[in-house]
């Protein structure tokens, strides 16, 4: 067993009372630091979360910059409306990384040249148009840098109604991230370079030599389990869709899809989630005569949507548009069927012997491929009970905080000259090619 790390690792929101991005990357540093001497630098506001979750973190430095982080919060809400989806709101955000990093970079860089770290990992911010000034402060050593996962740079597919909606200005200028300062000496100096999607891989595909790929979610342990797989034929096929009422989510399909196994009783649906399409979807349900068989439950506890998830059989989740998709981790540990697109998160955690992927082409099209597919369930309960059981078996061994951490730990080993390089390529290459 090789020594343990001595890691710096840069999270500026790393907060576990909080859910998406915050909760994530501290879970991601929270597994790291129990197999390494993790110091997580952080921003002020979340220490006092930090320091009470009891994770084994060997320090925890807080980085404090106090009217900035006013004219952030006010920024948040009085110009973006609290409206985390906002791809200008990433924009915005870039001078407030550049300040954090650079504060941080004051108050460590001495222990850093000191050696009392072996390597710096930046989980924080997870989008790829941030660049962190750290790599180029580590350019000449005196030890690596590493970044990631990263994720984004999906495209806008057009012909879907539900991205038109959402598609902001901003994003048809994503590209010039790439002449703001810092962005290329980010990737030319990082040691290596994770990404969190196959399109993120393709993205940095010039840097291959260091590019690793790893899923930007995880589930905890304890959720990978179910009373029973066991399925009645004679039952109904329980239906769930998890996530915000946002047009890109695409919760109407899902309804369009699921639609004729509704009307004739062989089928319920859950909606789990609110947002501003709750109206119309409750809407087209009624249109599709359906209203009867659709649950729309509203935001639930996490404790509650896993319950409802363990009762259910499968999650269909026709998200056109979707970078993590932690959803469908959750729905595979608890032994629900993810039927999903191939496009984004989704696409690259979802392989056959687990779930279903319908390919991205147009709305009525998904309709009918998804149509297909969960009449199919319906009637194959035994097809139903196998995919379950391989979908277990793989988030238990795959998916989870501790899997993601060893598999972290096999870069940064590699970073810092201890092991051979790891060879981590997203899921659907390899998939791609065992079937060649």
Partial sequence: ???????????????????????????????????????????????????????????????????????????????????????????????????????????????????????????????????????????????????????????WPAGFSQLEKQKE?????RNLYRLLPFAKSTYRHAAAIVVAS???????????????????????????????LDSDSSAQLELIFVGGLVPRKACDLALR???????????????????????????????????????????????????RMQASDVLVFPSVREFGGGVVFEALAVGVVPVVVDFGGPGDTVYPDVGYKVQLTNEDDIVLQMEKILTNLASNRDLLCRLRQQGMAYARESLTWDAKARTTTRVLNWAVGRAPQPKLVPPKYLYMDAVR
């Fill in 169 to 173: 200005w901003v994003s048809g200028l």
């Fill in 257 to 307: 899809a699921s639609a004729s196994l509704l009307r004739s009783g062989q089928a319920r649906f859950s909606v789990v989630g609110d947002g501003p399409e709750r109206n119309r979807l409750e809407q087209i349900a009624a249109s599709l005569g359906i209203e009867k068989a659709v649950d729309f439950c509203g935001w639930l506890s996490h404790a509650e949507v896993l319950k």
């Fill in 198 to 228: 196959s399109q993120t891989y393709a993205e940095f595909a010039e840097y291959r030599d260091k590019l690793f790929f790893l899923p930007e979610n995880g589930i905890d342990p304890s959720v990978c389990s179910r009373d029973s």
């Fill in 1 to 155: 067993m090789m020594d343990r790390l001595r890691i710096l690792v840069l999270g500026s929101e790393c907060n576990p009372n909080e859910v998406s991005i915050p909760f994530v990357t501290y879970s991601h540093a929270a597994a790291l630091a129990a197999l390494h001497d993790v110091t997580l630098v952080a921003r002020a506001k979340v220490e006092d979360s930090l320091r009470n979750s009891n994770a084994p973190f060997h320090a925890i430095e807080a980085i404090r910059m106090p009217w900035l982080d006013r004219l952030y919060a006010w920024s948040f809400r009085r110009i973006f409306k609290s409206n985390y989806e906002s791809q200008a709101l990433t924009a915005f955000r870039y001078p407030f990384v550049l300040a954090f990093e650079w504060q941080a970079w004051r108050k460590l860089r001495r222990r850093v040249h000191a050696g009392e770290f072996d390597v710096v990992l930046r989980v924080v911010p997870i989008t790829a148009v941030l660049p962190s000034p750290f790599a180029f402060f580590l350019r000449k050593g005196p030890i690596p840098f590493v970044i990631g996962p990263i994720n984004g740079g999906l495209p």
